[in-house]
């Protein structure tokens, strides 16, 4: 069974920082570009930032460039998201998911809210 499981958000003051991980498993994590994906309060889906199954081409979407930081550890199958300097606009549910040639993954969420 393929699962994508999220976890390490919460509730940070701005300007802090947040680790998001992503822990895959059921298939071949090391085979799979990965992305991050948000959702804000009623609000569509938002990419956010992309890897590439080897872990040395990495994307961002401007909004984020030079606060977040995507990774991956294949030997852990895990994905990473370090978030630093979060603004109030960053408060969203917070997706992975797996890209493959015929398949495409998707994590259950984890909840990042940033207020003071």
């Known amino acids: 069974e393929v699962q994508l499981v999220e976890s390490g958000g919460g509730l940070v003051q701005p300007g802090g920082s947040l680790r998001l991980s992503c822990a895959a498993s059921?298939?071949?994590?090391?085979?799979?570009?990965m992305s991050w994906v948000r959702q804000a309060p009623g609000k569509g889906l938002e990419w956010v930032s992309h890897?590439?199954?080897?872990?040395?081409?990495?994307f961002y979407t401007d909004s984020v460039k030079g606060r977040f930081t995507i990774s991956r550890d294949n030997a852990k199958n895990t994905l990473y998201l370090q978030m630093n300097g979060l603004k109030p606009e960053d408060t969203a549910v917070y997706y992975c998911?797996?890209?493959?040639?015929?398949?495409?993954?998707w994590g259950q969420g984890t909840q990042v809210t940033v207020s003071s």
């Open positions: 890897i590439n199954s080897g872990g040395d081409n990495t």
């Open positions: 998911n797996a890209q493959g040639l015929r398949s495409l993954y």
């Open positions: 059921g298939f071949t994590f090391s085979r799979y570009a």
